[in-house]
């Protein structure tokens, strides 16, 4: 890879990195407002940015009573960061593929040139990227406008479905996760207003998203050497 190509894969690595550690560390905090009396202990003022910023104590009171014992059940919280997560990810991935150097990575080393896992993997990042780029409510509606040129493009190749699978059959028995990703969609047949969890179920979402950070964990090491953060098993 030249230096262009190089820095567009640390830069897309780092922000998935980041937003993986940022779905773990919040989601365990979310969950564990559920289950502790955080907002006894909330303070007054919590200072920040060198004290010249406060947050406000009685908001921080207000939330987390209102996220106390509701084990479970959806929460704000837990909404905002899987799609924040789900975003930053998509996004960093979306972008780092318009490489061909990386892309080439990703077909070698990820799909062992099967070029339809790996065209039916870009498909299903840019639906997810698109869908998320364009929300910014807790609930995700589809909206056809945001993946129409996508589907044009799928029309142009003759088929509207997208088919993604991986079991890491072919990845080192030490760093393959014990379960299988699978998404199928067809975006000809969505409707204009769909929820996105009807078309991509919250755990195959996450799922995938983890496959994409599973992904640039791996091709760092293949490419560097060097051990990244340790994939989750």
């Excluded at 972008?95 to 892309?103: F, G, P, T």
């Amino acid at each position: 890879m030249n230096q262009d190509s190089i820095k567009a894969f640390q830069d897309a690595y780092e922000v998935a990195v980041m937003n993986f550690n940022f779905l773990h560390l919040g989601i365990f905090y979310a969950e564990l407002s559920k289950r502790e009396k955080l907002f006894e202990k909330a303070p007054s003022i919590i200072r920040i940015s060198s004290g010249k910023y406060t947050l406000r104590g009685d908001l921080l009171r207000e939330k987390l009573n209102a996220c106390y014992g509701r084990v479970g059940q959806p929460d704000f919280f837990s909404n905002l960061i899987i799609t924040n997560a789900v975003r930053g990810i998509s996004a960093a991935i979306f972008e780092v593929l318009k490489d061909q150097s990386i892309e080439g990575l990703f077909k070698r080393n990820i799909f062992d040139n099967d070029e339809d896992a790996h065209n039916n993997f870009r498909g299903i990042v840019r639906f997810i990227r698109n869908t998320f780029s364009h929300n910014i409510r807790d609930q995700i509606e589809i909206r056809q406008k945001d993946f129409s040129r996508h589907l044009n493009d799928l029309r142009k190749i003759g088929s509207t479905e997208l088919h993604f699978s991986s079991n890491y059959s072919k990845w080192p028995s030490s760093t393959k996760p014990p379960y299988e990703v699978g998404i199928i969609v067809n975006l000809g047949a969505i409707k204009d207003g769909s929820l996105y969890t009807d078309v991509i179920s919250e755990y195959q979402t996450l799922l995938f998203i983890e496959f994409c950070y599973n992904c640039m964990v791996r091709l760092k090491e293949d490419q560097t050497g060097e051990s990244g953060p340790s994939i989750n098993l």
